[in-house]
């Protein structure tokens, strides 16, 4: 198997989603449409496609790294990043080698960080990660030269629930 790892183009997307939903798409998760996936590439994609690369065996997209960029105080930020793999490519650095490139890519923006989310569950052995194999966890970010900022953390609300609750916080005050 000879994968060839390129920048991602605008035509490459609707491949790029159909691998996303299908690495996604677990038992106990389906949240992620194909139509829902292309959505979110596209949005991706157009945030920096300098830094949007696939891994390709022959004309197939077997693998993809998009994540955007943001001017911040001490330099430019690579956010939002999502990198995944099919099934059948795992354990053979493709993820590894798409970070690399989109890294590269990066810091010749002048990038100087990456801030990043990730699942804290999951281990991996000797076969592979043993909870949700498709996710990366925490433990691989950490072997890979990132670390936790533990004065930060992931935040999220339902709208509704957040315009109520100020709403009632407001009037509290008034």
């Known amino acids: 198997m000879n994968i060839e790892i390129r920048h991602a183009t605008?035509?490459?997307?609707?491949?790029?989603?159909?691998?996303?939903?299908?690495?996604?798409?677990?038992?106990?998760?389906?949240?992620f449409t194909l139509e829902k996936s292309i959505e979110?590439?596209?949005?991706?994609?157009?945030?920096c496609p300098e830094?949007?690369?696939?891994?390709?065996?022959?004309?197939?997209?077997?693998?993809?790294r998009l994540a955007g960029t943001k001017p911040w105080f001490d330099g430019i930020h690579i956010v939002d990043g999502e990198i995944f793999v099919g099934k059948d490519y795992r354990g053979?650095?493709?993820?590894?080698?798409?970070?690399?490139?989109?890294f590269?890519?990066?810091?010749?923006?002048?990038?100087?960080?990456?801030?990043?989310?990730?699942?804290i569950q999951g281990k991996h052995t000797e076969s592979g990660w043993d909870i949700q194999p498709q996710f990366l966890n925490l433990e691989w970010h950490k072997k890979n030269g990132f670390h936790v900022i533990e004065q930060m953390a992931i935040i999220s609300g339902d709208i509704d629930e957040l315009i109520n609750k100020t709403k009632e916080h407001i009037a509290e005050n008034d």
Do not use: C, H
Request: hydrophobic residues 40%; proline residues 3%.
């Open 10 to 31: 605008k035509k490459d997307i609707p491949e790029i989603g159909k691998l996303f939903s299908k690495v996604y798409t677990t038992p106990d998760f389906d949240g």
């Open 40 to 47: 979110y590439m596209n949005w991706l994609f157009g945030r």
């Open 92 to 102: 053979q650095g493709i993820g590894l080698r798409l970070t690399e490139k989109s």
């Open 104 to 119: 590269e890519a990066a810091k010749k923006l002048g990038a100087t960080v990456v801030d990043s989310a990730t699942f």
């Open 51 to 64: 830094v949007a690369f696939v891994a390709v065996d022959g004309n197939k997209i077997v693998g993809a």
